[in-house]
């Protein structure tokens, strides 16, 4: 079960016509605790950013799930509320658990679509109750070392 933790890092950056401006953008980090998450997000974020940041938040967020897309266009992420109606054996009536996950795509549409297909396995009925686009910048799942390794081969 992933914990993950939504890390904003304010710094300044350089916009496409050379003007500075100070952003602060939201990431997705894999953690066991806010100190985890901050020490990780400060690591991948280093080679990308010059000059000085801070990790200006964290916070718990709640996904279930996630859906991530290895297609070059699948640049913004998705928040979904998925409903799942099951039916209570005793009463006989319908019962509603909400959950949320996140999806990579390009736009709305391939966002549901990209849920529909990663959803497909699933046993339970379900609706989709909302689907937005969220600031998150990138995702950084949590890799053992060894994981690593056997990747970069």
Known sequence: MHTWFECKIRYEKTMENGMVKKVN?????????????????????????????????IKRANYSELFPSEEEAADKWFKCKLVFIMLDEKSGAEKKTSTQVLVQAADLRDAVKKLDEGMKGTMADYQIAMVSETAIMDVYPFHAEGELQKEEK
């Open 25 to 57: 953008e939201p990431y997705l980090v894999d953690a066991l605790s806010f100190t985890e998450a901050e020490a990780r997000i400060i690591e991948e974020i280093t080679p990308f950013v010059t000059g000085e940041f801070t990790v200006s938040d």
